[in-house]
């Protein structure tokens, strides 16, 4: 060997060992990695998209479900039982604190399902606070039974028909974990399942430091084809401000959540991009239909008169939201736009005050998160907007600022008067809004944040999933919309563009209309 050659062999290694990982500047902590207790898109982002996967994923480009651990699928001509086949090259990636022996099987999928939904299941009590989309989505009450065929067959039995059965499954909740994993913890260990993740992602966890980084590796035998990044970061880096700046500097390649300034900012460097795409959320704010006087619709709706949501939007969204009237955007089937708004009317407010009995008003809380996101980019002027307006008919509120992982938890034991929230759909389907946000099973499981649970409401919302013909869906979700308008139950605020900034070297980052992210075919060129 030649020592040209010796030479340029040594060039190659310290070039190879500084090889920059995927960096990703998010905006706040996830809950933990046990995604089946949460149901923050923060928590499923650090969690289900990158470490674990499910039966089957929703194509958002193409709007249908497509295989993923499950290669095919069929259900019974009554819809109650449905048969998955699963591919036989899936694999757990390896972790510090496990090496897995064998690929996903049939009995990680039971294992999965049987700790969620049976409550004799020991595992189904290791959730401290229970599992809040199984709940919401009364998933409990749907499947009478998950079982192993062989392998790699297993069906799901059904107790009534559920057109929104097989499209839940791509949910983050739907994430499949290691029997094996679970077989050698122990219930008693059960925590290490929201420390100690083990899944069959893209990426393995290697380390989480609060309110700092998370940091993954690449799962080199992902049935979807090594990652194109060997390690992935997550930055957490709550300050918007701080995310572009880090951007612009090369610390991140990707940061999230920009705020509208920061977007145009991104737009007028040449060193980044801006990927965009219409989001299936909704900014609002819920009202607790429980707390006095939030209790009486005529309260509801005179809140909603008296906020100026145009000013609103304006000023917090500057441009990169629509201005919202329903639960979901309007491209959603079954959107109705006939129903009318809630214009912005100070005096029909006051005297729908008077009416109600409150004709100077009363003293209520207004909760908000400390730092910008998607669905809130500036906290701060959007709790202030609206205490300015309510202040004008009578209501004296107060701000009360929480950090987010709080703010969560609190909001889903119906502390709170008026929160600042937003709710993204998993799929294109309108359930995806009605039965974690209006259902009584949600008020229970905590997702459902105005706190009202009506029986003609509830059945509505039920009867929508037993049908699949879409027209008599259609009908159902329009007359659930006019109760959800009349009760008031929201404050719609936004339907929001999702953004995201990334340097000009990065390729293969798209930006989902769900909220979900994919960083196993991003690229650092």
Same mark, same amino acid.
């Given at each position: 060997?030649?020592?040209?050659?010796?030479?340029?062999?040594?060039?190659?290694?310290?070039?190879?060992?500084?090889?920059?990982?995927?960096?990703?500047? !998010?905006?706040?902590?996830?809950?933990?990695?046990?995604?089946?207790?949460?149901?923050?898109?923060?928590?499923?982002?650090?969690?289900?998209?990158?470490?674990?996967?499910?039966?089957?994923?929703?194509?958002?480009?193409?709007?249908?479900?497509?295989?993923?651990?499950?290669?095919?699928?069929?259900?019974?001509?009554?819809?109650?039982?449905? !048969?998955?086949?699963?591919?036989?090259?899936?694999?757990?990636?390896?972790?510090?604190?496990?090496?897995?022996?064998?690929?996903?099987?049939?009995?990680?999928?039971? #294992?999965?399902?049987?700790?969620?939904?049976?409550?004799?299941?020991?595992?189904?009590?290791?959730?401290?606070?229970?599992?809040?989309?199984?709940?919401?989505?009364?998933?409990?009450?749907?499947?009478?039974?998950?079982?192993?065929?062989?392998?790699?067959?297993?069906? #799901?039995?059904?107790?009534?028909?559920?057109?929104?059965?097989?499209?839940?499954?791509?949910?983050?909740?739907?994430?499949?974990?290691?029997?094996?994993?679970?077989?050698?913890?122990?219930?008693?260990?059960?925590?290490?399942?929201?420390?100690?993740?083990?899944?069959?992602?893209?990426?393995?966890?290697?380390?989480?430091?609060?309110?700092?980084?998370?940091?993954?590796?690449?799962?080199?035998?992902?049935?979807?084809?090594?990652?194109?990044?060997?390690?992935?970061?997550?930055?957490?880096?709550?300050?918007?401000?701080?995310?572009?700046?880090?951007?612009?500097?090369?610390?991140?390649?990707?940061?999230?959540?920009?705020?509208?300034?920061?977007?145009?900012?991104?737009?007028?460097?040449?060193?980044?991009?801006?990927?965009?795409?219409?989001?299936?959320? !909704?900014?609002?704010?819920?009202?607790?239909?429980? *707390?006095?006087?939030?209790?009486?619709?005529?309260?509801?709706?005179?809140?909603?008169?008296? &906020?100026?949501?145009?000013?609103?939007?304006?000023?917090? #969204?500057?441009?990169?939201?629509?201005?919202?009237?329903?639960?979901?955007?309007?491209?959603?089937?079954?959107?109705?736009?006939?129903?009318?708004?809630?214009?912005?009317?100070?005096?029909?407010?006051?005297?729908?005050?008077?009416?109600?009995? &409150?004709?100077?008003?009363?003293?209520?809380?207004?909760? !908000?998160?400390?730092?910008?996101?998607?669905?809130?980019?500036?906290?701060?002027?959007?709790?202030?907007?609206?205490?300015?307006?309510?202040?004008?008919?009578?209501?004296?509120?107060?701000?009360?600022?929480?950090?987010?992982?709080?703010?969560?938890?609190?909001?889903?034991?119906?502390? *709170?008067?008026?929160?600042?929230?937003?709710?993204?759909?998993?799929?294109?389907?309108?359930?995806?809004?009605?039965?974690?946000?209006?259902?009584?099973?949600?008020?229970?499981?905590?997702?459902?944040?105005?706190?009202?649970?009506?029986?003609?409401?509830?059945?509505?919302?039920?009867?929508?999933?037993?049908?699949?013909?879409?027209?008599?869906?259609?009908?159902?979700?329009?007359?659930?919309?006019?109760?959800? &308008?009349?009760?008031?139950?929201?404050?719609?605020?936004?339907?929001?563009?999702?953004?995201?900034?990334?340097?000009?070297?990065?390729?293969?980052?798209?930006?989902?209309? &769900?909220?979900?992210?994919?960083?196993?075919?991003?690229?650092?060129?």
């Amino acid at each position: 060997m030649n020592l040209r050659m010796l030479a340029a062999m040594m060039a190659v290694v310290p070039a190879l060992a500084m090889a920059k990982p995927l960096s990703v500047c !998010t905006d706040a902590n996830p809950d933990g990695f046990d995604v089946v207790q949460y149901y923050a898109l923060v928590t499923t982002n650090a969690s289900a998209d990158v470490l674990f996967s499910r039966l089957v994923d929703y194509d958002a480009q193409a709007g249908k479900v497509v295989p993923a651990v499950a290669q095919s699928w069929s259900a019974s001509d009554d819809g109650l039982t449905w !048969t998955f086949k699963l591919r036989s090259d899936v694999q757990f990636g390896a972790t510090d604190w496990f090496k897995p022996t064998r690929p996903l099987n049939a009995d990680d999928v039971v #294992f999965t399902f049987e700790r969620v939904f049976n409550t004799q299941n020991p595992w189904y009590k290791t959730s401290p606070n229970g599992y809040p989309s199984v709940q919401s989505l009364q998933l409990n009450k749907l499947v009478k039974a998950v079982k192993k065929v062989d392998d790699h067959t297993v069906q #799901f039995e059904l107790n009534y028909p559920d057109a929104t059965f097989l499209p839940t499954l791509t949910m983050g909740w739907a994430s499949i974990y290691s029997a094996e994993y679970a077989g050698k913890l122990g219930v008693a260990k059960a925590g290490d399942f929201n420390t100690k993740p083990v899944g069959s992602g893209p990426f393995v966890l290697k380390s989480f430091q609060k309110d700092a980084v998370i940091r993954y590796d690449a799962n080199t035998n992902w049935f979807g084809g090594k990652p194109k990044a060997e390690k992935l970061i997550y930055a957490i880096t709550p300050d918007a401000t701080v995310r572009l700046q880090r951007l612009k500097t090369g610390e991140c390649q990707i940061a999230l959540a920009p705020k509208p300034l920061d977007i145009q900012s991104a737009k007028a460097d040449k060193n980044l991009k801006v990927v965009d795409n219409a989001a299936f959320m !909704t900014a609002f704010i819920a009202i607790n239909s429980q *707390h006095k006087p939030l209790d009486n619709t005529l309260v509801r709706q005179a809140i909603n008169y008296a &906020f100026d949501a145009k000013t609103y939007l304006k000023t917090v #969204f500057d441009g990169t939201a629509q201005d919202a009237s329903r639960p979901f955007p309007p491209n959603t089937w079954s959107f109705d736009k006939d129903l009318g708004d809630y214009n912005y009317d100070p005096a029909k407010a006051k005297e729908l005050l008077k009416k109600a009995g &409150f004709p100077n008003g009363f003293e209520t809380t207004i909760w !908000t998160r400390p730092t910008g996101s998607v669905l809130n980019p500036n906290p701060k002027a959007g709790a202030e907007l609206l205490q300015s307006d309510l202040a004008k008919v009578g209501i004296k509120a107060s701000i009360k600022t929480i950090e987010w992982g709080e703010l969560i938890k609190r909001g889903k034991a119906g502390e *709170h008067d008026l929160l600042f929230m937003g709710w993204a759909g998993d799929n294109g389907d309108p359930d995806n809004f009605f039965t974690p946000q209006f259902s009584c099973a949600a008020v229970q499981s905590g997702t459902n944040f105005a706190r009202y649970c009506d029986p003609q409401l509830d059945k509505l919302i039920t009867d929508g999933k037993k049908v699949s013909d879409i027209n008599q869906r259609t009908k159902l979700y329009r007359n659930a919309q006019k109760v959800i &308008f009349d009760q008031a139950l929201w404050v719609p605020l936004a339907y929001p563009t999702a953004y995201a900034l990334t340097r000009a070297n990065v390729s293969g980052y798209k930006v989902n209309p &769900f909220g979900r992210q994919d960083f196993a075919n991003v690229t650092v060129n």
